[in-house]
């Protein structure tokens, strides 16, 4: 199946520092890869779509100046944290969607990362 | 006219029983309708998805029921386990060619007792 991979799965950096994370689709090509935040016990929250080659569509409300997206590949799309804060702290999902699949608007989940700002 | 609502929020269910989860829609454009089971701390797993085309779709003890003029689908777990227990997502979308975006429904904590 379809396996969507993400690094590091945990991260710890200090405030004012940036992370960056890495989604990668491991057995498929993917020209749109998605990036979700994750509160405790909440649902996701889309922050931006991916486009390899392109620049990534924010959802309202999410400064893509603090999170940059690049998707410089079929397989990698790469998300960075910029000056990260305290309140950065959440889970982060990427996910792909198979488009050369027979069912290309599948998406795949990553397993997440979790970022600790302290 | 975007949301997802889903319920119940959480479901106690003992182990052998079925288990109900039904989410409702508003946007009649969407046509893609997946669940996603979601264990703590891993990312979602897609487990099951109908288009509008069929009203139900079984793939083992995992059974999607849709029922497009009430604008409703519910996901049953029949012979629930306590490995099934783990957080539940609807979610739906509209089938295209591009960046199509999931909305997703608030999930539901399903805990499968012995």
């Known amino acids: 199946g379809a396996v969507v991979s993400q690094h590091p799965s945990r991260v710890i950096c200090k405030s004012g520092t940036s992370v960056k994370i890495e989604c990668r689709s491991l057995?498929?090509?993917?020209?749109?890869m998605f990036w979700y935040r994750q509160f405790p016990k909440k649902s996701l929250m889309l922050m931006a779509t991916?486009?390899?080659?392109?620049?990534?569509?924010?959802e309202q409300g999410v400064e893509k100046d603090k999170f940059l997206i690049n998707h410089a590949s079929l397989t990698l799309s790469t998300l960075t944290v910029t000056s990260a804060h305290p309140e950065d702290s959440s889970f982060y999902i990427c996910?792909?969607?198979?488009?050369?699949?027979?069912?290309?608007?599948?998406?795949?989940f990553g397993p997440g990362t979790r970022l600790t700002v302290t | 006219q975007q949301q997802v609502k889903q319920s119940p929020q959480s479901l106690i269910v003992q182990k052998g029983g079925i288990s109900i989860i039904n989410c409702a829609y508003e946007n009649t454009a969407f046509d893609y309708f997946p669940w996603y089971q979601q264990f703590p701390g891993k990312g979602p797993a897609l487990l099951i998805a109908?288009?509008?085309?069929?009203s139900e779709k079984k793939e083992g003890r995992f059974t999607i029921s849709f029922n497009k003029s009430a604008k409703q689908f519910s996901l049953h777990i029949m012979d629930s386990q306590p490995g099934d227990s783990a957080t539940y997502f609807c979610?739906?979308?509209?089938?295209?060619?591009?960046?199509?975006?999931?909305?997703f429904g608030t999930g539901t904590r399903l805990t499968i007792i012995p």
């Open positions: 057995d498929f090509q993917a020209t749109t």
């Open positions: 979610a739906a979308s509209r089938v295209n060619f591009g960046n199509e975006k999931l909305t």
């Open positions: 991916s486009n390899e080659g392109s620049k990534a569509t924010y």
């Open positions: 109908i288009r509008p085309d069929v």
């Open positions: 996910s792909a969607r198979d488009t050369g699949g027979p069912s290309s608007y599948e998406q795949y």
